[in-house]
Each structure stands twice: as structure tokens, then as C-alpha cells.
């Protein structure tokens, strides 16, 4: 499994559309194999921030599987404006360090 990060920095204002829009791409993500879970986050302090947090089963899950895939021009379709607000999209390995909670 892999993590997949975004990070979005959003025009003033924006943010209730975006949330709207991914809520709808969303379903994309439910109907894929290859995606095992997502979660996206407001920043407090900055509201126009956001983070999307997904779990893939592999990069080549994601890459090859997910968007060689018909649905993803579908979760694409209603996020595509939001393209250029993305200042870091990258793939991450969970290391041990963690919660003794989870």
C-alpha cells in the first residue's frame, strides 16, 4: 500500500465549490479496486487550504490501473479547474513510526 498526498492552496472563496466538486469525483474513487480509502481535510488556520489523503494498493495501481481506467476521466471531470491550486502531489510508504492507537 502507498499513501498518495495533494496539498491544494485554493483561490479566496473557493472552497465550498471544491469541497462540492471532490464530493462528486469522489464516487470515482469508491468504484475503484485499486483505491482503499480517502479522506480530504480543511486547514484551520487557512480555509482556502485543503489536503487529500489517498490510499492506493501500488503506484502502478494508481498510475496504470486508475487512470488507464474509464472512470477517471469521470473524477477528473469536476476537479479539473483546481488543477493549477495543487502544490504537491507525491506518493509516500507508511513507515513504523505511528499512533499506538491505530
Avoid at 495533494?6 to 472563496?13: K, M, N
Avoid at 487557512?46 to 501500488?58: H, K, N, V
Avoid at 471531470?77 to 513510526?97: F, K, L, Q, S
Amino acid at each position: 500500500m502507498i499513501v498518495e498526498y495533494l496539498r491544494y492552496a485554493l483561490p479566496a472563496g473557493t472552497g465550498a465549490q471544491f469541497e462540492l466538486d471532490y464530493a462528486q469525483a469522489a464516487a470515482q474513487l469508491d468504484a475503484s479496486p485499486h483505491c482503499l480509502g480517502y479522506e480530504l481535510a480543511r486547514c484551520v488556520e487557512q480555509p482556502d487550504r485543503y489536503l487529500l489523503r489517498i490510499e492506493w494498493d501500488s503506484a502502478e495501481g494508481h498510475l496504470q490501473g486508475f487512470r488507464g481506467s474509464p472512470g477517471f476521466r469521470d473524477f477528473l471531470a469536476p476537479i479539473r479547474r483546481y488543477i493549477e491550486a495543487i502544490e504537491e502531489m507525491r506518493h509516500y510508504e507508511r513507515t513504523g513510526v505511528r499512533s499506538a492507537r491505530d
